[in-house]
């Protein structure tokens, strides 16, 4: 659960059996002051790059 008027910081790493990558850099991104998103992201994409 999120909180109003917080910042959160995310950072990512993929894995297999075998190896584990680097956290990425953090991404930031602050709650509004209401719990509702005017705008939501729909959608993700995701690249493998090898």
């Known amino acids: 659960m999120v909180s109003p008027l ?3 910081t ?3 790493r993929s894995f297999n059996a ?3 990558s680097t956290y ?8 509004p002051a209401c719990c509702v998103l005017s ?3 729909f ?3 995701i690249k493998l790059v090898s």
Do not use: C, H
């Open 6 to 8: 917080k910042m959160y």
């Open 10 to 12: 995310y950072r990512t």
């Open 18 to 20: 075998f190896v584990s």
């Open 24 to 31: 990425t850099d953090g991404a930031s991104v602050s709650t």
């Open 39 to 41: 705008n939501p992201p």
């Open 43 to 45: 959608t993700l994409e």
